[in-house]
Nanobody
Framework: QVQLEESGGGLVQAGGSLRLSCAASGRTFSTYRMGWFRQAPGKEREFVASISWNSGTPYYADSVKGRFTISRDNAKNTVNLHMNSLKPEDTAVYYC????????????WGQGTQVTVSS
């Protein structure tokens, strides 16, 4: 019911910045949360940040607090992740995800976008 499309990944030097975007389409819900996750080769998928769509309340993993900022554009139905002070350990495929508040886990996922941070 919900389709997600990530964009904005690429190659950046350590200390640089990137902005990821995720456009949502399909059915809209009254209350939901959207988040960003990442997965490096050979590692588990990990939570990065999330935001409540109606309130805009953000949450961040400890590893990215103070460096990453999540935001949403209600009119465009888009969630963004602005990444600053990037580190090599931020290298991963970044995924956008969506869940309704009544659902325990994220239901819909994008295809992912590669972020590579060189040292």
């Amino acid at each position: 019911q919900v389709q997600l499309e990530e964009s904005g990944g690429g190659l950046v030097q350590a200390g640089g910045s990137l902005r990821l975007s995720c456009a949502a389409s399909g059915r809209t819900f009254s209350t939901y949360r959207m988040g960003w996750f990442r997965q490096a080769p050979g590692k588990e998928r990990e939570f990065v940040a999330s935001i409540s769509w109606n309130s805009g309340t953000p949450y961040y993993a400890d590893s990215v607090k103070g460096r990453f900022t999540i935001s949403r554009d209600n009119a465009k139905n888009t969630v963004n992740l602005h990444m600053n002070s990037l580190k090599p350990e931020d290298t991963a495929v970044y995924y956008c995800a969506h869940k309704r508040t009544a659902v325990a886990h994220y239901e819909y996922w994008g295809q992912g976008t590669q972020v590579t941070v060189s040292s």
